[in-house]
């Protein structure tokens, strides 16, 4: 079987993106990509935009989110679809865990990783 189809979840490392926040890439392939973001309180996703489509869940925590000029505020089993090219960021109010789905996978993620 050439495709990869199991990620192990010990396997995969954590990527600090700074003091309060930080991610694992799940799994991916070319046009299905999940990531667990894992925030401290206080910790900030910078406002940004791509060209990927992205559904956010909350695993667990409370969080701000700006969705273009919306106010979102969201908790523990809520989710978030983000339309491609749209502008958004998120505070986290209480510590928690984001799994972000993306579609197609993220290469900058990949690069990011494979560079460290």
């Given at each position: 079987m050439a495709q990869k189809i199991v990620w192990r979840t010990q396997e995969i490392p954590v990527e600090p993106l700074d003091s309060k926040v930080s991610r694992k890439v799940l799994a991916h392939m070319e046009k299905l990509m999940t990531v667990e973001v894992i925030?401290?309180?206080?910790?900030?996703?910078?406002?940004h935009a791509h060209v990927h489509?992205?559904?956010t869940y909350v695993i667990d925590g409370k969080f701000r989110f700006k969705v273009g000029a919306e106010v979102i505020h969201v908790e523990k089993g809520d989710t978030l679809y983000l339309p491609a090219t749209i502008p958004h960021g998120c505070l986290c109010i209480e510590a928690g865990r984001l799994l972000d789905v993306f579609t197609p996978e993220r290469q900058d993620f990949l690069k990011e990783?494979?560079?460290?």
């Open positions: 925030y401290q309180a206080g910790g900030v996703g910078p406002d489509e992205q559904i990783e494979a560079e460290k």
